[in-house]
C-alpha cells in the first residue's frame, strides 16, 4: 500500500494524558500537512511542513501541540495535557500538487 | 482571513438525477480547487482537481471554474446511491496550503 498511512486508527485517553499520533506520506511527496475535523465542520488546519522544515502553523493552535517531521519522512504530532475538547479526528495529507489523505486518528479524551 | 463557502445543504436528488455543488472562495490569489468526497466516519477521498478555467471532466463527474467569479462547482450525473457523501472543496494559495469548506451533505434517493 504506497498510501498515505496513520497510526494509531483510534486512541482513546483520560484528561491530561499525552498522546501523539504518526504520518507516513506518500513517498514522493514533500508536503505533508495534519488537519483537525469534527462532527459536521471541513478540516481544521494544524501545521503544513516542506520536506522537514515546518513552514506554517494555525494561530488557533495552542502550544500544547506539537509536530515533527524530522528528515523530511514520516511526521509526528503530540497533544500534551489533553482536553475534552481536543476530540476530533486528525488528519494527515501528503502532496505533491494534489492532497491525499490517510485514514485519520480519531482521539477521545474521557 | 481566506474563506471557502458551500452550502451545507443537505442536497438531496433523486438517482439518475443531476447534482449540482457549488463552492466561492475569497482568496483572488487561489491557484488550485479540489472536490473530495468524505464518507461518513471516513477521511476526505480526491475525486477532481481543476486547475484553470472552464469545464474538467472525469467519467461522471464534470467540475467547472470561474476565477472571475471566485466560483468552482461540481456537477454529477446520473446520480447513484453510492455518491451520498459530504462532498469538500478546497483551494490552495500560492504557499501551497489548503483551504477547505465545510462541505455539502448530499444524499442520492433510490
Known amino acids: 500500500d504506497t498510501g498515505v498511512s496513520q497510526n494509531p486508527r483510534h486512541k482513546i485517553t483520560k484528561r491530561g494524558q499525552n498522546v501523539t499520533f504518526r504520518c507516513d506520506p506518500i513517498?514522493?511527496?514533500?508536503?505533508l500537512y495534519w488537519y483537525r475535523q469534527t462532527l459536521g465542520q471541513g478540516p481544521e488546519f494544524l501545521t503544513y511542513?516542506?520536506?522537514?522544515?515546518?513552514?506554517?502553523k494555525s494561530r488557533l493552535l495552542s502550544d500544547r501541540f506539537s509536530a515533527e517531521r524530522p528528515k523530511g519522512s514520516f511526521s509526528t504530532l503530540e497533544i500534551q495535557r489533553t482536553e475534552q475538547g481536543d476530540s476530533a479526528m486528525y488528519l494527515c495529507?501528503?502532496?505533491?500538487?494534489?492532497?491525499?489523505f490517510g485514514q485519520g486518528t480519531r482521539l477521545t479524551v474521557v | 482571513q481566506k474563506e471557502v463557502e458551500q452550502n451545507s445543504g443537505p442536497l438531496s436528488v433523486p438517482e439518475g438525477a443531476i447534482a449540482s455543488l457549488n463552492c466561492t472562495y475569497s482568496d483572488r490569489g487561489s491557484q488550485s480547487f479540489f472536490w473530495y468526497r468524505q464518507y461518513s466516519g471516513k477521511s476526505p477521498e480526491l475525486i477532481m482537481s481543476i486547475y484553470s478555467n472552464g469545464d474538467k471532466e472525469d467519467g461522471r463527474f464534470t467540475a467547472q471554474l470561474n476565477k472571475a467569479s471566485q466560483y468552482v462547482s461540481l456537477l454529477i450525473r446520473d446520480s447513484q446511491p453510492s455518491d451520498s457523501a459530504t462532498y469538500l472543496c478546497a483551494v490552495t494559495d500560492t504557499g501551497n496550503q489548503f483551504y477547505f469548506g465545510t462541505g455539502t451533505s448530499l444524499t442520492v434517493i433510490p
Open positions: 513517498s514522493e511527496h514533500n508536503r
Open positions: 511542513f516542506q520536506n522537514e522544515a515546518q513552514l506554517e
Open positions: 495529507a501528503s502532496s505533491f500538487a494534489e492532497a491525499f
